[in-house]
């Protein structure tokens, strides 16, 4: 058998696995990515390459077109070779792997088949990387897939993206033949049990009110507290942003906080930027403001950004590029602990602080002359300096 010409360049293959990590590689993280991994794995070399990658199912779930555009790349790379290294096990194998644990754990079988090199790959990988002693914090639970092939392969041009879980689907579709077949008998107990549903989620709503008004009550501030460290500005990754259905001038976006789910913000960014220049986007958000309805979604966050004088031209504020997903925000010498939401309101802490917001001559954002500080240094924005930070 003689030799196959691969049908992907590795140029094309390290754009895909980027994406899928969610960074933007230099030349040298380009190399070093398809570096053999050898007997010995740097597992934190691999950590780093995974440092903003997606954990959650629902953002696997809203972002699933977004991996399916990769993983076809990577799909026919895959055909003709064992690993993305090639007949070795490379860097870029273990990053994707853990990257790629939620998209595969989320993904039906028309997904895993309409990417079958893809998927052989995974789940080959998951086997061997138990093997190789990796830290518990990257110790990933077994994702099953179906051995029997369908008589015909589906097309990845045939995936449509995913938007509930599997489980909802099937109890619409459940609910649905349960009607057009019941016999009026079956109707009525259907319609009993949909009464002690009500009641069941009308009870756990009150309950979760409950605790969340306990929640809201938080220990005193510490004497002398600034106003600035009762806030809780953390590292974001906006995921997803659609214009908002009932206004013009607002977006719709899911943000990846380091939560176990996506918050939903409500942004009046449209007339400054497109959405495709939020989407995958890290950004800057001031989490602990009371949730709020805007035409009908409630908005969990805000977005931090700045404008310059005149408003024509708006910036998000940008931390470095190392920062983890959800690290909060800190300032020199206000030490103390963010307060519960409902304080944050009652005291007005954020009227207090957003006057004195503002980007220095060097477009760093800043408090009252303060940069904005992550643990990789301080949030910038890109071209604005002396402007006002809302």
């Given at each position: 058998l003689g030799?196959?010409?691969p049908?992907?360049s590795r ?6 696995v980027?994406?899928?990590l ?8 380009t190399q070093?990515i398809f570096?053999?991994?050898g ?13 903003q990658?997606l954990r959650s ?7 699933s077109?977004?991996f ?9 790379m895959?055909?003709?070779q064992?690993?993305l ?5 490379c860097?870029?194998?273990l ?6 644990h939620s ?9 895993k088949?309409?990417?079958?090199n893809?998927s052989?790959w995974y789940d ?5 990387v138990?093997t190789?002693s990796?830290?518990?914090d990257l ?7 179906e051995c ?7 097309e990845?041009q045939?995936?449509?993206?995913l938007?509930k879980s599997?489980?909802v689907?099937?109890?619409t579709?459940?609910?649905a ?7 009026c ?5 259907v319609e ?7 009641k069941e989620?009308?009870?756990k709503k009150?309950k979760?009110?409950?605790?969340e008004?306990?929640a809201?009550?938080p ?5 002398g507290?600034s106003?600035?460290?009762?806030l809780?500005?953390r590292?974001?990754l ?8 009932s ?6 976006e ?16 449209v ?13 800057v958000?001031?989490?602990?403001l009371?949730p ?5 979604i409630?908005s969990q ?9 005149e408003?024509t ?7 470095p590029d190392?920062c ?8 020199d ?5 963010p307060?519960a939401p409902n304080?944050?309101?009652k005291k007005k802490?954020?009227?207090a ?15 009252d ?8 240094g301080p949030?910038?924005?890109a ?8």
């Amino acid at each position: 058998l003689g030799w196959t010409m691969p049908k992907v360049s590795r140029d094309q293959a390290a754009a895909a696995v980027a994406r899928v990590l969610f960074m933007r590689f230099t030349q040298h993280e380009t190399q070093k990515i398809f570096e053999h991994v050898g007997s010995q794995v740097d597992w934190m070399s691999v950590k780093s390459f995974t440092r903003q990658s997606l954990r959650s199912e629902d953002s696997a779930r809203t972002l699933s077109a977004h991996f399916v555009r990769q993983l076809a790349v990577l799909n026919d790379m895959l055909e003709p070779q064992m690993y993305l290294g090639g007949a070795q096990m490379c860097i870029a194998d273990l990053a994707c792997y853990i990257a790629l644990h939620s998209v595969f754990a989320v993904f039906d079988d028309q997904h895993k088949w309409a990417l079958c090199n893809a998927s052989r790959w995974y789940d080959l990988l998951q086997h061997e990387v138990a093997t190789l002693s990796p830290p518990p914090d990257l110790q990933l639970a077994v994702v099953p897939f179906e051995c029997d092939a369908p008589g015909v392969l589906p097309e990845v041009q045939s995936l449509v993206p995913l938007q509930k879980s599997s489980a909802v689907v099937a109890t619409t579709a459940s609910s649905a033949a349960v009607q057009s077949a019941a016999t009026c008998c079956e109707m009525a107990q259907v319609e009993a049990t949909k009464q002690d549903e009500i009641k069941e989620k009308k009870e756990k709503k009150e309950k979760k009110e409950k605790k969340e008004k306990k929640a809201d009550v938080p220990a005193p501030a510490a004497d002398g507290q600034s106003d600035v460290s009762k806030l809780d500005i953390r590292v974001g990754l906006i995921i997803s942003a659609e214009p908002h259905p009932s206004a013009d001038k607002l977006y719709v976006e899911k943000v990846d906080l380091g939560e176990e789910t996506p918050r939903t913000v409500v942004s009046g960014l449209v007339d400054f930027m497109p959405a495709s220049a939020l989407t995958n986007r890290r950004a800057v958000l001031l989490c602990n403001l009371k949730p709020r309805a805007m035409l009908g979604i409630e908005s969990q966050a805000m977005v931090l950004a700045a404008s310059n004088e005149e408003h024509t031209v708006v910036e998000l504020l940008v931390p470095p590029d190392a920062c983890a997903i959800g690290e909060r925000i800190f300032f020199d010498g206000h030490p103390g602990e963010p307060l519960a939401p409902n304080v944050i309101q009652k005291k007005k802490v954020w009227e207090a602080v957003q006057p004195k917001l503002s980007t220095d001559g060097e477009c760093v954002a800043s408090y009252d002359g303060l940069p904005f500080l992550t643990a990789h240094g301080p949030c910038k924005v890109a071209s604005i300096a002396l402007g006002k930070i809302k």
